[in-house]
Nanobody
């Protein structure tokens, strides 16, 4: 499966953005769909993981502000980001993980810049 992110851009602090990740094929078999981010000079970190059994795990830094969701019928994953902060500035990557048969796919990333 190939993943294509969209929706990034420049937003002021306190603003909102909605990222989308469109998959080229079915995502229903993927145990985990997730969003990760990498800020300049930092390691990639998990933002949210959405399982195919209804579990969602958030990084502490985004709890209460970000909402991850998946629509298996549309083969699309979303990340709604509210109350954005400058420290949320990063390239955001979509990930699809499946244990068997093993598959770990990444999108090309979309840049989110939070600045006044």
């Amino acid at each position: 499966v190939q993943l294509v992110e969209s929706g990034g851009g420049l937003v002021q602090p306190g603003g909102s953005l909605r990222l989308s990740c469109a998959a080229s094929g079915s995502i229903s078999s993927f145990n985990r769909m997730g969003w990760y981010r990498q800020a300049p000079g930092k390691q990639r970190e998990m933002v949210v993981i959405i399982s195919n059994v209804g579990l969602t795990i958030y990084a502490d830094s985004v709890k209460g502000r970000f909402t991850g969701s998946r629509d298996d019928a549309k083969n699309t994953v979303y990340l709604q980001m509210n109350s954005l902060k400058p420290e949320d500035t990063a390239v955001y990557y979509c990930n699809a993980f499946r244990a068997y048969p093993a598959r770990d796919a990444w999108g090309q990333g979309t840049l989110v810049t939070v600045s006044s």
